[in-house]
């Protein structure tokens, strides 16, 4: 059973535009949430990550949403830049329990 | 600054042959360390992780054994291969008690 879901496997946005990816999770139990991006044969690289104690996070171009209700979180990307096309990973878990359940990842293009 | 180096970056292996990829983190001490697998349109999945020198906790049942003879050293091994263990194996460390996970840049593994 997949606990953190990520149901749209590709995504194509207008260079300038926004970039929403999204993420669901089961397990009312997480409470701290990370967003990774990767380039083909590359590790994954942080982005940006929020608690279960905030609704929402920012780092310049990239804003995170968490839904605790309706245990969704959605990364926005503006604007959106060529240099942006990657897969974006979203990761659950428990705060300092070192296990991070991984969605299957956003594979987004962005089109100049 | 920290870097976390993986070799070898890509390895074909035939059925039934040993494997060991090594990971080693540079410029800090004491990190958690944590072995991820990722098959083909799969997520990251979480194999091995370990919070100190000879500590190594498991998720997955499997064909493949970790160790960690040195504080910033991981080594990922098999003794036998399976076709099943084709995939791309991924190194992180991450600073005790803090969440955000860094990736090293991957070995990918074809079982033939």
């Known amino acids: 059973d997949q606990q953190v879901k990520q149901n749209s496997p590709s995504l194509s946005v207008q260079e300038g535009r926004i970039s929403i990816l999204n993420c669901d999770y089961t397990?009312?139990?997480?409470?701290?949430f990370l967003w990774y991006k990767k380039y083909p044969a590359e590790g994954p690289t942080f982005l940006i990550s929020?608690?279960?104690?905030?609704d929402k996070n920012e780092d310049g171009r990239f804003t995170v949403f968490l839904n605790k209700s309706a245990k969704h979180l959605s990364l926005h990307i503006v604007p959106s830049q060529p240099g942006d096309s990657a897969v974006y990973f979203c990761?659950?878990?428990?705060?300092?329990?070192?296990?991070?359940?991984f969605g299957t990842g956003t594979r987004l293009k962005v089109l100049a | 600054s920290q870097t976390i180096h993986q070799w070898p970056a890509t390895l074909v292996q035939p059925v039934g042959s040993p494997l060991s990829l090594e990971c080693t983190v540079e410029?800090?001490?004491?990190?958690?360390l944590y072995w991820y697998r990722q098959a083909a349109g799969r997520g990251l999945q979480l194999l091995f992780y370990s919070v100190g020198i000879g500590q190594i906790s498991s998720e997955v049942p499997q064909n493949l054994s970790a160790s960690r003879p040195q504080d910033r050293q991981f080594i990922l091994s098999s003794k036998k291969l399976l076709l099943s263990d084709s995939g791309f194996y991924l190194c992180a460390w991450s600073v005790q008690g803090f969440d955000e996970q860094y990736f090293g840049p991957g070995t990918r593994l074809t079982v033939t």
């Open positions: 990761a659950a878990g428990g705060s300092g329990t070192y296990k991070y359940i």
């Open positions: 397990n009312s139990m997480f409470d701290y």
């Open positions: 410029g800090t001490s004491n990190p958690n």
């Open positions: 929020i608690s279960s104690i905030k």
